[in-house]
C-alpha cells in the first residue's frame, strides 16, 4: 500500500512537471514579447525618472542591487530557461533569475544587462509561466492521495486478510495437528486458497500419523505391562535362596525400570493428546507435587507469591502436575542441591521457575536436551528414558507459554512463562 502511494506521488510530480515545462514553453514567447518593450525602456533610461511613467500599465521597478527578503534563484528550470530565451531573441539580456517575496507578494526579478549601460535589477509581477501552488491543485492533489490509498488499502487487505486466516490458523492447530473452526474466506485469491488446500492435505496426514504414533506407543506400553506383571510375580514367588537372591534382586530392578519406562511413554503420548478444558490452580499443584518429593527445605522448597491461588485457564490438571514434576524431577537427579521452586505474576503471566545450584546446560545442550529420547553424556549414569524435557516442552507449548533455560547468581533456572 505504501509502495503504490509513493508510486502515484511520483507519477502525479513527474506528470506536473512536464506539464509545468509544455506550459512555459508555449506561454513564454508570448509573454517575452509583450513584457520585452518595457523592460527595454526600464533598463535604458536615465537614472531618476519615475518608474511609473517608464512603463504604464506594466508596473516594471528598477533597482542596482536586489532588495532584501526571502528569495529563490532560478538559474535552471524549463520555466526561467524558455522565459530567458525569449528575452534574448529580443535584444534582452538576462544574466540572473529571482523570485523575491516583499509585502506585496512575489515578482519575478531580473538581472538585465543593456548594450552600452550598467546592469540593472528590473522586478515586474510574477508571470504564469512560472509555478505557482493553488489551494484548488493541493485539494486535488490531496484527494488523489486519499483515493490512491484507500483504493490500495482495500485490495491490499483484500490480499493480506486470507494469509492471515491461514497463519492464525497453523498458529492454533500446528503444535497437536488438531482442526480448527476458522477458514480462510471463499473470496480469497486463488493463489491463498490452493495454499490453504494443501496446508489442509498435510494437517489431516500429520494428525493421522501423530494418532497412529500414539496409539502405537500406548499399545504397546500397555501390553508390555502384561508379561512385566507376571515376570514380577514370579521373581516374587521363587524360593528365595542365597544363591538366587542377587538375581532375583536384579530381576526386580530390571522390571521396575522397565514399568518406569513405560509410564514415561504414556505421559509422553498424554502429553499431546489430552484435552485442554480445565481451569488449574497452579499453586495447588506445585504444593501437591513438593509434598510428594518428601525432601527437607534445605533441599526442596516452595515460593508461593501473597495469593492463595493461580489460576490457568484452558488446562488439563494431569499434564500441569507432570510439568512441575519433571522439572522439578529433572533438577534433583541431573542439578545440585537446594532446588527451589517459585510461582508468581508478570503481568498477564504465569511464571513457573525451578532453580538448582548445578552447572546446567549451554543454549546448545538445552536445545538437544528437548528432543525426544536424548539424554546427556553427565546423565547416561542417572536411571531415566529421555522424555522427562520433551513432555515439559510438548506441555508448555500446548498450553501456548515459553520454556527458557538460564543462569545467574542464584543457581540455574528452567523458566515456565504461561498465559
Not at 207 to 222: C, I
Not at 334 to 358: E, F, K, N, T, Y
Request: glycine content about 8%; charged content about 20%; hydrophobic content about 45%.
Amino acid at each position: 500500500m505504501l509502495a503504490q502511494l509513493v508510486l502515484s506521488l511520483v507519477v502525479g510530480v513527474v506528470f506536473y512537471l512536464w506539464l509545468t515545462a509544455a506550459r512555459a514553453r508555449a506561454a513564454s514567447a508570448p509573454y517575452a514579447q509583450l513584457w520585452a518593450a518595457n523592460l527595454m525602456a526600464a533598463a535604458t533610461r536615465p537614472p531618476g525618472e519615475d518608474d511609473s511613467l517608464a512603463s504604464p500599465g506594466y508596473p516594471v521597478h528598477r533597482s542596482l542591487t536586489l532588495p532584501s527578503g526571502w528569495r529563490v534563484n532560478l538559474p535552471y528550470g524549463p520555466a526561467a530557461g524558455y522565459f530567458v530565451e525569449q528575452l534574448a531573441l529580443r535584444g534582452l539580456v538576462v544574466d540572473r533569475v529571482s523570485v523575491l517575496r516583499q509585502d506585496d507578494g512575489f515578482g519575478l526579478w531580473l538581472h538585465v544587462v543593456p548594450p552600452g549601460r550598467d546592469a540593472v535589477w528590473l522586478r515586474l509581477p510574477l508571470p504564469p509561466v512560472f509555478p505557482q501552488l493553488a489551494g484548488v491543485n493541493i485539494g486535488l492533489t490531496l484527494f488523489y492521495l486519499v483515493l490512491v490509498g484507500g483504493m490500495s488499502w482495500f485490495f491490499a487487505r483484500r490480499v493480506t486478510r486470507p494469509l492471515e486466516q491461514l497463519r492464525q490458523r497453523m498458529d492454533l492447530g500446528a503444535m497437536a495437528y488438531a482442526p480448527h473452526d476458522s477458514h480462510v474466506s471463499a473470496d480469497a485469491p486463488s493463489e491463498v486458497l490452493a495454499i490453504e488446500a494443501d496446508y489442509n492435505k498435510l494437517i489431516a496426514r500429520l494428525r493421522t500419523s501423530e494418532r497412529e504414533r500414539a496409539l502405537l506407543l500406548a499399545g504397546v506400553s500397555h501390553d508390555l505391562r502384561t508379561p512385566l506383571a507376571r515376570v514380577r510375580l514370579a521373581a516374587e514367588v521363587l524360593p528365595v535362596t542365597p544363591e538366587s537372591q542377587a538375581d532375583l534382586g536384579i530381576i526386580t530392578r530390571n522390571v521396575d525400570h522397565a514399568v518406569r519406562l513405560i509410564d514415561s511413554f504414556l505421559d509422553y503420548v498424554r502429553a499431546g493428546s489430552l484435552p485442554m478444558d480445565e481451569t488449574v490452580d497452579v499453586a495447588a499443584v506445585a504444593r501437591s507435587v513438593v509434598s510428594r518429593f518428601e525432601r527437607e527445605p534445605s533441599e526442596l522448597r516452595l515460593e508461593l507469591p501473597g495469593a492463595d491461588r493461580l489460576l490457568l485457564h484452558r488446562a488439563n490438571g494431569l499434564l500441569v502436575e507432570r510439568l512441575i514434576f519433571n522439572l522439578i524431577d529433572n533438577a534433583l537427579k541431573h542439578g545440585q542441591a537446594p532446588v527451589s521452586v517459585s510461582l508468581g505474576r508478570d503481568g498477564r503471566s504465569l511464571i513457573l521457575d525451578v532453580c538448582d545450584a548445578g552447572a546446567g546446560m549451554s543454549d546448545a545442550g538445552a536445545s538437544a536436551m528437548l528432543e525426544a529420547f536424548a539424554r546427556g553424556d553427565s546423565s547416561r549414569r542417572v536411571p531415566g528414558s529421555g522424555l522427562g524435557l520433551p513432555v515439559v516442552q510438548q506441555v508448555v507449548e500446548r498450553l501456548g507459554g515459553t520454556l527458557q533455560f538460564m543462569r545467574d547468581a542464584s543457581g540455574h533456572h528452567a523458566r515456565v512463562t504461561l498465559p
